[in-house]
Antibody
């Protein structure tokens, strides 16, 4: 059974960098059948697709976040990571990592989510 | 890229049917049969309910069905049950390996 687990600081100061890691077990991030995705949800609001990483390290970003965003993968640890720079209170959200099926573009497995609060 | 448009809330009584719409554009919903729907209970991660407009993943009740016409996709839940009360989100492929979500719809079972 595939499992995804987010980890990282729950509190980040404004203007600093938000860094999260997703550890995948029960499946390989090296598979060409899936994208590995970050999605966020501000408190009381809807879901926002942040970006993804695909086989071979190709990355795809939400245009609204692209200038501040880096997604990377570590196949040796079966992890992928998110870095979002120059954060503000608007970046406060529950951050989810998920698996997206390549041919169907649906998100079939999700992590439990981790709340990141941007505050001084 | 703008979020897909969903009604903020819908409601129905147990046993009734409800439909949630998801409106996009000719660049996303209208161009691809790659619309999916997610159910989210409070404090939980979303759960995939419908894939590729109308396909149910294994284990999802056949009370859930999906369809699409033009730039609008729809999720129908028949025979409403109390446990269906949740937030529902649509998602669509938007080209160039990107995706869009709808703003979400809160379903209340009266």
């Amino acid at each position: 059974q595939l499992q995804l687990q987010e980890s990282g600081p729950g509190l980040v100061k404004p203007s600093e960098t938000l860094s999260l890691t997703c550890t995948v077990s029960g499946g390989s991030i090296s598979s060409s059948s899936y994208y590995w995705v970050w999605i966020r949800q501000p408190p009381g609001k809807g879901l926002e697709w942040i970006g993804s990483i695909y086989y071979g390290g190709r990355t795809f970003y939400n245009p609204s976040l692209k200038s501040r965003l880096t997604i990377s993968g570590d196949t040796s640890k079966n992890q992928f990571s998110l870095k979002l720079t120059s954060v503000t209170a608007a970046d406060t959200a529950v951050y989810y990592c998920a698996r997206e099926r390549y041919n169907w573009n649906d998100f079939d497995y999700w992590g439990q989510g981790t709340l990141v609060t941007v505050s001084s | 890229q703008s979020a897909l448009t969903q009604p903020a809330s819908v409601s129905g009584s147990p046993g009734q049917s409800i439909t949630i719409s998801c409106t996009g554009t000719s660049s996303d919903v209208g161009s691809y049969n790659l619309v999916s729907w997610y159910q989210q209970h409070p404090g939980k991660a979303p759960k995939l309910m419908i894939s590729e407009v109308s396909k149910r993943p294994s284990g999802v009740s056949n009370r859930f069905s999906g369809s699409k016409s033009g730039n609008t996709a729809s999720l129908t839940i028949s025979g409403l049950q109390p446990e269906d009360e949740a937030d529902y989100y649509c998602s669509s492929y938007a080209g160039s390996s990107t995706s869009l979500f709808g703003g979400g719809t809160k379903l209340t079972v009266l």
